[in-house]
């Protein structure tokens, strides 16, 4: 999610209101989005994903494909997260001017 806006020299800016992000998780796995699974790891809130038999989440194009138990992963699965948890680059990042794009 972002917030856009031109700025006083027309330079196109943006923000992230909600400090933190989201993703669709059916079709994300280390193959098609590395970033994105290494951050999920932790710190992480997770909606409609099957539940692994050792207490993970899975959902379909996850690799491996797991047998899920008694709850499967949904279509519109998600994950999110805030970002102060994550390492993430950029000095202005934190800006409320935000960042430049």
Known sequence: IAWMRFDDEGRLRAINPENGFFGVAPGTSMHT?????????????????????????????????????????????????????????GQHKNSARGVSL
């Open 33 to 89: 989005n590395p970033n994105a699974m290494r951050t999920v790891t932790s710190n992480t809130v997770f909606t409609n994903v099957g539940e692994t038999s050792d207490g993970g989440v899975w959902w379909e194009g996850m690799e491996p494909v797991e047998e899920v138990g008694k709850l499967k992963a949904y279509l519109f699965s998600r994950f999110s997260g805030f970002m102060n948890y994550f390492r993430l680059e």
